[in-house]
């Protein structure tokens, strides 16, 4: 049990773990790329990443500009190298090359940008969806109750990838003219919010007889001011657990609808679609399918170690 004032491992190691993938991935587009962090011309210092990574033209004497601090992975993640395809890990390419010669530590890298965007996006769209209609089956119970619960009920039953899959698959024009990350959290948002509302109505069923509720009652709180200023705090913790969870759920998810053919199209870079890269190759390329595997096995094990730890610390029963 974690002592008062003492955050649990499990949520410091999560944390941690997720905080260095989410870090690589914001940075990406200052740790691997051919472009310079630092370059002096003509007119003076400047950075043609940067200016890349914010979407700015390059600079008038870009091109005539002598690089002097280069990044990390100094090759971007779409460069094509026929003369190293399938280079091992070694100087040059530390984490190897693959088919056609682009470097695998900038496309793992680049990767981790969308896995985990497609990951946080749709744990955040299953809340928005699954918390207020759990809330409203709990506290209005009755008929409400009984809808949303069928429906949850209804959800249930298919697996969320096959619900994805067939979203996916039959998409209308509207979804499709999203941008892949945004239109593979918008269905994994879809179809993942059935447990916060589970949770959430479980909650609010235990909390709506409580003293907690009679006695803002007794105060001349109205019915939506008791809900959300008194009850939604206490049901939150559950929620705010599960949603760790999903999101390691969504990164798994997305990896494997990549790796079907129906996430992130390339050339972007995805670790599903590394793995699907690695599939045709994996006599001669070991590295192609052990660096993303790992790559999904560290940011899934921060998201269920930051789960328990959470649990651990918003548990009453786990305190001293």
């Given at each position: 049990m974690p ?5 649990p ?5 999560g944390g ?8 690589f991935?914001?940075a990406?587009p200052?740790v691997a790329?051919?472009?310079p ?6 007119d ?5 990443a940067a ?7 390059d600079a008038?004497a870009?091109?005539s500009?002598?690089a002097?601090?280069?990044a ?5 993640p ?12 070694g100087?040059g390419?530390?984490?190897g090359?693959?088919?056609?010669g ?8 680049h990767?981790?940008r969308v896995s985990l965007a497609?990951g ?11 918390l ?7 506290w209005s119970r009755?008929?409400?109750?009984a ?5 949850v009920e209804?959800?249930?039953?298919f697996p969320?990838?096959?619900?994805a899959l067939?979203?996916l698959a039959s998409?209308?024009p509207?979804l ?6 945004v239109r593979l959290?918008l269905?994994?948002?879809?179809t993942?919010?059935t447990?916060a509302?589970r ?6 069923l ?6 907690l509720?009679d006695?803002?009652?007794a105060?001349?709180?109205?019915s939506l001011r008791?809900a959300?200023?008194?009850?939604l705090p206490?049901?939150a ?6 949603a760790s969870?999903s999101v390691?759920s ?5 990896a494997?609808?990549?790796f ?5 199209r390339?050339?972007?870079?995805t670790?599903?679609g590394?793995l699907?890269?690695?599939?045709a190759?994996?006599e001669?390329g070991?590295w192609l399918a052990?660096?993303p595997g790992a ?10 170690l ?15």
């Open positions: 002592r008062r004032g003492h955050l491992r499990g949520l410091v190691a941690a773990l997720i905080g260095i993938l989410a870090f991935g914001i990406a200052f790329t051919d472009r962090l630092l370059a002096r011309g003509p003076g210092w400047s950075s043609p200016r890349s990574a914010f979407g700015l033209p008038p870009g091109r500009a002598t002097v601090v280069m990390p992975i100094p090759r971007a779409e460069t094509i190298q026929l003369d190293s395809v399938l280079a091992p890990p100087p390419h530390w984490l090359t693959d088919g056609l682009r470097d695998v530590g900038s496309r793992l890298v990767g981790a497609v946080f996006l749709s744990a955040a769209l299953a809340l928005l969806v699954g207020p209609l759990g809330a409203l089956a709990g009755g008929p409400i109750d809808a949303v619960s069928r429906g209804a959800m249930l039953c969320s990838l096959l619900l067939a979203l998409s209308p509207w499709s003219a999203l941008p892949d990350s959290a269905v994994l948002g879809i993942g919010w447990p509302a949770y959430v109505r479980a909650e609010f235990k909390l709506g007889g409580s003293a509720v006695s803002a009652r105060s001349g709180a109205g008791i959300v200023r008194h009850v206490h049901a913790a559950p929620v705010l657990v599960t969870f390691g969504a990164i798994l998810l997305e494997s609808l990549s079907l053919g129906l996430g992130v390339p050339p972007t870079p670790w599903g590394l699907t890269e690695a599939a190759h994996l001669r070991w052990l660096l790559a999904l096995f560290l940011s899934v094990l921060g998201c269920n930051a789960g328990e730890g959470l649990r651990d610390r918003l548990d009453p029963r786990s305190r001293p």
